[in-house]
Each structure stands twice: as structure tokens, then as C-alpha cells.
């Protein structure tokens, strides 16, 4: 029972356009979403979060969008760098649980 | 060092083996977490601890067992090691509600 879905497993840009990354949730008392990158060998590193009481939050090149009516919420990078090549999780938060998707592997080409 | 280390970082075991994994944070942090990470299936809660003795399950928690007597201390144990729990096991602590900081992982392989 997959709660938080990611349904693309990889993504590839070409550098300087904008990466999308989608997330769709099913669980309608998920409250606060959040995004993290992870590099190979390493942890996931937290890269942005949502309250649902917001549609969008920008960090930078970075900047989540959520639509709570159609439980969706995505990761827009703009503009793509090679750096930004990794495996990024969605992941939705309620008071007494936290699920992840799968993750979408996002490759900057140069 | 300040942050959250795990060890060991591989561990090769036997199936029936007991292997405990280590965390530790130096943040203070009142909530810790184990994942696993599996091919497909992302990150799955194991267990969490809201504090030091308050630990409940997570989305996969058959197989493991936890504790937590100190804050900054969240071991995981596999009583009866199998093959099914072979994964890579992140550890993370956080404040409550906020983002969560993850260890480096433990590349656990059971044969």
C-alpha cells in the first residue's frame, strides 16, 4: 500500500533547463510535505517542505508546488545544474506517521 | 564529531544471526527513526522514538527491535537475521514536525 507514489523512476535534463519532479499522495491527512536529495554512498539530505496550507514554497532554484485537491505536489529546479544529479524522495508527514516514495533519479547532462 | 553517525557501515551476516546497528546524534534531537531502503520502494519507517523509552512501529516493523535508553543512543536489532533483511538502514533524528537529518547508512547483506 503505497501511500506516497512517484511514478517516474528516472529524468534526465540537459543543463540550465528546468527539472519537474512529481509526487502523488493518497492519504488525505498527510499535512506537511517534504523534499530530499540523495547521493550515492550518502543519506538523504533535506532540500524543501510545504505546509498544506500553502500552494508553493521557493527556496532559490528550488520550489515546491501543492495541490491539495488533487493530491499532487512537485519539484520544479530552475535551471538545472549537473550538480543537481541524484535520487530525489518525496515525503508526506502526518502527527504520527511519515511515508516516502520511491524516489525519481534525476540526471543533469552537461 | 557533531551530527549523526551509524556503525557499523557494512556488515555481512548469517541467517539466525543477532546484529545490532548503531545511531547516534550529538543534536539532541527528542525523535529518531530507522528506515530501510529497498530497490522500488524508497525509504520504509521500521521504527521511531518520540524519546528516550517512548518507541513505537513503523510501516515494516516484523523482525526488528529497538530501544532507546539514552537521547542520543536508537540501536536496531535483528533478533533472527533472514535474507529478506538485506537493505541499506538509515538512521534519523529530528525535532518534532520538522525535517529530519539522516545518518550515512549501513549496508547490511544477510547470506
Known amino acids: 500500500d503505497q501511500q506516497v507514489k512517484q511514478n517516474s523512476p528516472s529524468l534526465s535534463v540537459q543543463e540550465g533547463r528546468i527539472s519537474i519532479l512529481n509526487c502523488d499522495y493518497t492519504?488525505?491527512?498527510?499535512?506537511?510535505f517534504l523534499w530530499y536529495k540523495k547521493y550515492p554512498a550518502e543519506g538523504p539530505t533535506f532540500l524543501i517542505s510545504i505546509s498544506s496550507i500553502k500552494d508553493k514554497n521557493e527556496d532559490g532554484r528550488f520550489t515546491v508546488f501543492l495541490n491539495k485537491s488533487a493530491k499532487h505536489l512537485s519539484l520544479h529546479i530552475v535551471p538545472s545544474q549537473p550538480g543537481d544529479s541524484a535520487v530525489y524522495f518525496c515525503?508526506?508527514?502526518?502527527?504520527?506517521?511519515?511515508?516516502f516514495g520511491a524516489g525519481t533519479r534525476l540526471t543533469v547532462k552537461p | 564529531d557533531a551530527g549523526i553517525t551509524q556503525s557499523p557501515r557494512y556488515k555481512i551476516t548469517e541467517t539466525g544471526r543477532q546484529v545490532t546497528l548503531m545511531c547516534h546524534q550529538t543534536?539532541?534531537?527528542?525523535?529518531m527513526f530507522w528506515y530501510r531502503q529497498d530497490l522500488g520502494h524508497g525509504l520504509r519507517l521500521i521504527y521511531y522514538s518520540a524519546a528516550a523509552d517512548i518507541t513505537d512501529k513503523g510501516e515494516v516493523p516484523d523482525g526488528y527491535v529497538v530501544s532507546r535508553s539514552k537521547t542520543e543512543n536508537f540501536p536496531l536489532t535483528l533478533e533472527s537475521a533472514t535474507r529478506s533483511q538485506t537493505s541499506v538502514y538509515f538512521c534519523?533524528?529530528?525535532?518534532?514536525?520538522?525535517?529530519?537529518?539522516f545518518g550515512p547508512g549501513t549496508r547490511l547483506t544477510v547470506t
Open positions: 543534536w539532541s534531537h527528542s525523535y
Open positions: 515525503a508526506a508527514q502526518e502527527p504520527n506517521d511519515m511515508r
Open positions: 534519523a533524528s529530528s525535532e518534532p514536525r520538522l525535517e529530519q537529518y
Open positions: 492519504n488525505s491527512m498527510f499535512d506537511y
